[in-house]
Nanobody, 126 residues
């Protein structure tokens, strides 16, 4: 059974940094394209970033380009999201997701992902 567990969320001030981690168990993480999504109360779950199986290709939402960096350590079965220069509008629950499908382009829709973590709260407030 595949499980994804996020950690690293918290309460920070605008301009601060956080690093989220997602540990995959039950199957090697290099079997998946991986992504991060986020969801605020009353809103849809939105794409943040994705990374290909070997890690050579990444995609970012326009709202986080230049501030967030996705990476993966396949030896540790872990995917990371480094978040810098955080803003109040980054406040959300962040979800890690895994896609088993071989694609020519990284998926950006929640329905294209097969496995999900439980979420990690990130709150950016002064």
């Amino acid at each position: 059974q595949v499980q994804l567990v996020e950690s690293g969320g918290g309460l920070v001030r605008p301009g601060d940094s956080l690093r989220l981690s997602c540990v995959v168990s039950g199957r090697a993480v290099n079997a998946f394209h991986m992504a991060w999504f986020r969801q605020s109360p009353g809103e849809e779950r939105n794409f943040v970033s994705a990374i290909s199986r070997p890690g050579g290709t990444t995609e970012y939402a326009d709202s986080v380009k230049g501030r967030f960096t996705i990476s993966r350590d396949n030896a540790k079965n872990t995917v990371y999201l480094q978040m810098n220069s955080l803003k109040a509008e980054d406040t959300a629950v962040y979800y890690c997701a895994a896609d088993v499908t071989a694609r020519s382009r990284l998926a950006e829709k929640p329905g294209q992902y097969d496995y999900w973590g439980q979420g990690a709260q990130v709150t950016v407030s002064s």
